[in-house]
Protein backbone atom coordinates (compact mmCIF):
# COMPACT_ATOMS: atom_id res chain seq x y z
CA UNK A 1 0.00 0.00 0.00
CA UNK A 2 1.28 3.65 -1.09
CA UNK A 3 1.50 6.56 1.27
CA UNK A 4 -1.49 8.64 -0.28
CA UNK A 5 -3.38 4.93 -0.49
CA UNK A 6 -2.79 4.85 3.62
CA UNK A 7 -3.79 8.29 3.94
CA UNK A 8 -6.92 7.88 2.17
CA UNK A 9 -7.88 4.70 3.85
CA UNK A 10 -7.46 6.39 7.45
CA UNK A 11 -9.45 9.74 6.64
CA UNK A 12 -12.20 8.04 4.47
CA UNK A 13 -14.21 6.69 7.54
CA UNK A 14 -13.89 10.42 9.27
CA UNK A 15 -15.92 11.78 6.35
CA UNK A 16 -14.91 15.12 7.15
CA UNK A 17 -13.27 15.50 3.98
CA UNK A 18 -13.85 14.95 0.41
CA UNK A 19 -11.40 12.93 -0.76
CA UNK A 20 -12.27 12.51 -4.49
CA UNK A 21 -9.50 12.68 -6.74
CA UNK A 22 -8.54 16.16 -8.63
CA UNK A 23 -9.81 17.82 -5.21
CA UNK A 24 -7.99 19.96 -3.62
CA UNK A 25 -7.86 17.87 -0.50
CA UNK A 26 -6.63 15.41 -2.51
CA UNK A 27 -3.94 17.30 -4.02
CA UNK A 28 -2.63 17.72 -0.88
CA UNK A 29 -2.29 14.91 0.46
CA UNK A 30 -0.87 13.66 -2.77
CA UNK A 31 1.83 16.45 -2.10
CA UNK A 32 2.25 15.32 1.49
CA UNK A 33 2.37 11.60 0.81
CA UNK A 34 5.59 12.41 -1.93
CA UNK A 35 7.42 13.91 1.23
CA UNK A 36 6.46 11.30 3.17
CA UNK A 37 7.73 8.74 1.09
CA UNK A 38 11.21 10.50 0.63
CA UNK A 39 11.33 10.42 4.66
CA UNK A 40 10.25 6.61 4.81
CA UNK A 41 12.43 5.47 2.47
CA UNK A 42 15.35 7.76 4.65
CA UNK A 43 14.21 6.70 7.98
CA UNK A 44 14.51 2.91 6.86
CA UNK A 45 17.67 3.33 5.50
CA UNK A 46 18.85 4.36 8.60
CA UNK A 47 17.42 1.82 10.54
CA UNK A 48 19.24 -0.48 8.73
CA UNK A 49 22.70 1.17 8.52
CA UNK A 50 22.40 2.09 12.44
CA UNK A 51 23.33 -1.43 13.54
CA UNK A 52 25.82 -3.47 12.56
CA UNK A 53 24.00 -6.60 11.39
CA UNK A 54 22.29 -5.02 8.86
CA UNK A 55 24.60 -2.34 7.98
CA UNK A 56 25.78 -1.95 4.49
CA UNK A 57 27.39 1.58 3.55
CA UNK A 58 27.86 4.44 5.75
CA UNK A 59 27.02 2.86 8.95
CA UNK A 60 29.79 0.37 7.93
CA UNK A 61 32.13 3.26 7.63
CA UNK A 62 31.16 4.95 10.94
CA UNK A 63 31.97 1.97 13.16
CA UNK A 64 35.18 1.45 11.44
CA UNK A 65 35.71 5.00 11.71
CA UNK A 66 35.19 4.10 15.22
CA UNK A 67 37.77 1.83 15.92
CA UNK A 68 40.18 3.07 13.67
CA UNK A 69 40.31 3.35 9.80
CA UNK A 70 37.68 2.67 7.06
CA UNK A 71 38.43 -0.88 5.20
CA UNK A 72 36.60 -0.15 2.46
CA UNK A 73 38.39 -2.50 -0.03
CA UNK A 74 37.19 -5.32 1.97
CA UNK A 75 33.31 -7.39 1.05
CA UNK A 76 30.67 -5.98 2.86
CA UNK A 77 30.36 -8.82 5.20
CA UNK A 78 34.38 -8.99 6.21
CA UNK A 79 33.76 -5.72 7.41
CA UNK A 80 30.61 -6.79 9.44
CA UNK A 81 32.30 -9.82 10.87
CA UNK A 82 35.48 -7.41 11.83
CA UNK A 83 33.51 -5.22 13.39
CA UNK A 84 31.18 -7.31 15.45
CA UNK A 85 34.43 -9.34 16.40
CA UNK A 86 35.62 -6.06 17.90
CA UNK A 87 32.49 -5.01 19.65
CA UNK A 88 32.30 -8.14 21.31
CA UNK A 89 35.77 -8.00 22.95
CA UNK A 90 35.59 -8.30 26.61
CA UNK A 91 38.53 -8.27 29.47
CA UNK A 92 38.52 -12.81 29.16
CA UNK A 93 39.55 -12.51 25.55
CA UNK A 94 43.41 -11.75 26.53
CA UNK A 95 43.86 -15.38 27.13
CA UNK A 96 46.40 -17.57 24.74
CA UNK A 97 42.71 -18.57 23.27
CA UNK A 98 40.86 -15.23 23.02
CA UNK A 99 43.70 -13.78 21.61
CA UNK A 100 42.81 -15.33 18.46
CA UNK A 101 39.78 -13.71 18.31
CA UNK A 102 41.67 -10.22 18.23
CA UNK A 103 42.95 -11.77 14.54
CA UNK A 104 39.15 -12.24 13.40
CA UNK A 105 38.85 -8.55 13.97
CA UNK A 106 41.56 -7.47 12.52
CA UNK A 107 40.63 -9.46 9.33
CA UNK A 108 44.23 -11.61 9.70
CA UNK A 109 45.08 -15.46 10.16
CA UNK A 110 47.99 -16.05 12.32
CA UNK A 111 50.24 -17.63 15.27
CA UNK A 112 50.70 -15.95 18.69
CA UNK A 113 53.93 -16.51 20.20
CA UNK A 114 53.84 -15.28 24.00
CA UNK A 115 56.87 -14.59 26.49
CA UNK A 116 55.75 -14.52 29.59
CA UNK A 117 58.82 -13.45 31.31
CA UNK A 118 59.59 -10.43 28.72
CA UNK A 119 56.02 -9.90 28.98
CA UNK A 120 55.99 -9.68 25.13
CA UNK A 121 53.59 -11.46 22.43
CA UNK A 122 54.77 -12.04 19.36
CA UNK A 123 51.46 -11.76 15.95
CA UNK A 124 53.08 -13.85 13.49
CA UNK A 125 51.40 -12.84 9.97
CA UNK A 126 53.98 -14.00 7.57
CA UNK A 127 51.34 -15.70 5.46
CA UNK A 128 49.39 -12.51 4.41
CA UNK A 129 49.73 -10.59 1.99
CA UNK A 130 49.11 -7.12 2.62
CA UNK A 131 49.88 -3.44 1.50
CA UNK A 132 52.04 -1.33 3.86
CA UNK A 133 48.89 1.26 4.88
CA UNK A 134 47.24 -2.57 5.80
CA UNK A 135 50.45 -3.31 7.81
CA UNK A 136 50.14 0.04 9.43
CA UNK A 137 46.95 -0.35 10.10
CA UNK A 138 47.09 -3.71 11.53
CA UNK A 139 49.93 -2.57 13.58
CA UNK A 140 48.45 0.61 15.36
CA UNK A 141 45.46 -1.64 15.79
CA UNK A 142 47.21 -4.52 17.86
CA UNK A 143 49.12 -1.63 19.75
CA UNK A 144 45.31 -0.14 20.49
CA UNK A 145 44.09 -3.53 21.64
CA UNK A 146 46.28 -5.29 23.63
CA UNK A 147 46.76 -4.48 27.28
CA UNK A 148 49.52 -1.76 27.89
CA UNK A 149 52.06 -3.23 29.55
CA UNK A 150 52.37 -6.15 26.82
CA UNK A 151 55.24 -5.09 24.25
CA UNK A 152 53.51 -6.32 21.03
CA UNK A 153 55.58 -7.10 18.26
CA UNK A 154 53.67 -7.92 14.99
CA UNK A 155 55.95 -9.68 12.22
CA UNK A 156 54.87 -9.49 8.63
CA UNK A 157 58.06 -11.12 7.30
CA UNK A 158 60.94 -12.29 8.18
CA UNK A 159 62.48 -13.45 11.59
CA UNK A 160 60.43 -13.90 14.48
CA UNK A 161 61.53 -13.28 17.56
CA UNK A 162 61.68 -16.56 18.63
CA UNK A 163 63.92 -17.42 15.83
CA UNK A 164 66.38 -14.97 16.36
CA UNK A 165 66.87 -15.72 19.63
CA UNK A 166 67.37 -19.20 18.64
CA UNK A 167 70.05 -18.04 16.10
CA UNK A 168 71.84 -16.55 19.31
CA UNK A 169 73.01 -13.01 16.87
CA UNK A 170 72.75 -9.49 18.63
CA UNK A 171 71.78 -6.80 17.07
CA UNK A 172 75.65 -5.54 16.69
CA UNK A 173 76.34 -8.80 14.38
CA UNK A 174 73.45 -8.24 12.58
CA UNK A 175 74.61 -4.52 11.81
CA UNK A 176 78.38 -6.32 11.31
CA UNK A 177 76.52 -7.84 8.39
CA UNK A 178 75.94 -5.16 6.69
CA UNK A 179 72.07 -4.62 7.90
CA UNK A 180 70.91 -1.43 9.22
CA UNK A 181 68.99 -0.60 12.05
CA UNK A 182 65.50 0.10 9.83
CA UNK A 183 66.13 -3.30 8.11
CA UNK A 184 66.79 -5.23 11.13
CA UNK A 185 63.61 -3.29 12.37
CA UNK A 186 61.35 -4.78 10.13
CA UNK A 187 62.81 -8.43 9.65
Not at 6 to 16: F, Q
Not at 132 to 148: D, M, R, T, V
Not at 161 to 166: I, L, P, R, T, V
Request: net charge negative; aromatic share 10%.
Amino acid sequence: MSVLESLLSRLSPIKLYSLQEGGNTYNELSAFAVGFEILSFELSEMLLECFLSSAESYGLSRYERLWGGEREHLPTDKRREMLISRSSLNLNDFTPQGVSKIFDLLGVAGTINEFPAQQRLSLDLRGEALTKGEKNFIKSQAEALFPAHLDIDVVFAGLTWKEADSRGNTFSQLETLGYTWQEIDIM
